[in-house]
């Protein structure tokens, strides 16, 4: 049966498939991009804005870009772009994959089971960048999901940049594997617990794909 990718309505511009809770970010951007290229032929000033402000337009385009995913089959995969940061045994049995998620990585984030949120707890806290030790106070939003492993707990952490996460999904939604579940914006981290008894599929330094790569192993 195809994924649904239905949770997450996308924002578009020229075509271009944004993720949801782009726009406030975005349109103004584009907006004065526009209005400085269409004065610049009158204006010295209006055509020195345009370079910096159409490379950043340029930019926010990239950076929310959210192209459409062949989702993998397997039993967790990876719920962000990034890179595999750490993976860390835990005290209660658990093991933690920790995503890192450069500014050049898509951050619309995916479920990594099919299942249902039972839990969408947002933490305030600081902005280290997320590569960081102290990250582990950084804002947050904690997330369970009712599996068939059990419980699976997955953490969006805000980075230096990053001041907004954005949940697409409140508790209680059912979820495909590799359905969109939310953003982060500009710089990030997303962390996984695997279940006692799951063995990890990835190593540190490898680059992960939101829906695509498989984190554990048969």
């Not at 345009?50 to 337009?57: F, H, Y």
């Not at 967790?76 to 005290?91: C, L, N």
Request: hydrophobic share 45%; proline share 7%.
């Amino acid at each position: 049966m195809p994924h649904s990718q239905t949770s997450a309505p996308r924002d578009s511009l020229a075509g271009v498939r944004l993720a949801r809770g782009a726009s406030p970010w975005l349109l103004p951007t584009v907006a004065t991009a526009a209005l400085s290229l269409a004065r610049s032929r009158r204006s010295k000033a209006a055509a020195a804005i345009a370079v910096p402000t159409t490379a950043l337009a340029a930019g926010m385009l990239w950076f929310f870009r959210d192209p459409e995913r062949e989702i993998t089959q397997g039993r967790v995969i990876s719920p962000a772009d990034g890179v595999v940061q750490s993976i860390m045994p835990w005290k209660d049995g658990r093991t933690r994959v920790a995503i890192f998620m450069s500014p050049l990585n898509v951050h619309v984030n995916r479920a990594p089971l099919a299942g249902t949120v039972t839990s969408v707890e947002h933490i305030p806290g600081g902005f280290v960048p997320a590569f960081n030790k102290e990250s582990e106070n950084n804002e947050r939003v904690v997330w369970h999901f009712d599996t068939e492993l059990g419980d699976i707990e997955m953490i969006q952490i805000a980075g230096a940049v990053a001041r907004r996460i954005v949940p697409y999904v409140p508790q209680g939604t059912k979820v495909e594997q590799g359905e969109r579940i939310g953003l982060i914006r500009f710089g990030s981290r997303v962390d996984i617990y695997l279940p006692e008894g799951v063995e990890v599929d990835v190593e540190v330094g490898q680059k992960t794909v939101a829906g695509v790569t498989r984190i554990d192993r048969d």
